[in-house]
């Protein structure tokens, strides 16, 4: 029997260390979880191919993100069709006992339903921006759009955000 080996160790190291996070990522930028699994492999094949290239090996999450990013721009450049929100929702929290809990867990539950419904752009502004935390300038550069580009369509997103029905028990 013969055992692969990874030309790469820290490759392997790399992704078992960081797969859930750059997965949850994967999710947010897709309608799906089976679409999400698809784009973080593509992006971490794109990684692998480029691993002896990155210099700054503290970078790679930066760069597994740019790749997660060009790779979905292509998809929906290719593809031209709709996406539909659905049901199910990326990682969703442990649920405990508590009322705090429940309350905190049907809001995040809304929100996600609410920002899958936005157009994928939009979609992607969004995550950079309020769950990634990357500051517009950063979102703008990442996106290959410019930095009034990303203020723009956040807040057209957010705008849709503050109508979506879900979510109006948040703003009573």
């Known amino acids: 029997m013969t055992t692969q080996t990874f030309p790469y160790p820290s490759f392997a190291s790399y992704v078992k260390a960081r797969q859930p996070v750059l997965l949850r990522t994967a999710r947010s930028l897709t309608a799906n979880p089976s679409d999400a699994e698809d784009l ?37 450049r290719k593809r ?11 990682e969703p929290e442990p649920v405990s006992c508590g009322d705090d809990q429940a309350e905190r867990q049907a809001l995040h539950d809304a929100m996600w339903r609410a920002i899958m419904k936005l157009p994928a752009r939009q979609r992607a502004m969004v995550v950079l921006r309020y769950y990634e935390d990357l500051s517009e300038a950063r979102t703008a ?6 930095v009034g580009t990303v203020k723009s369509a956040v807040s057209r997103a957010l705008g849709k955000l503050r109508e979506d029905p879900e979510l109006g028990f948040v703003h009573s």
């Open 40 to 76: 973080l492999q593509t992006a971490l094949a794109k990684t692998y191919v480029a691993w002896e290239r990155i210099e700054d090996h503290r970078a790679l999450d930066g760069y597994v993100r740019r790749a997660l990013l060009n790779t979905r721009t292509s998809q929906w």
């Open 141 to 146: 550069e990442v996106l290959g759009v410019s």
């Open 80 to 90: 031209k069709v709709d996406e539909f929100a659905c049901d199910e929702l990326p």
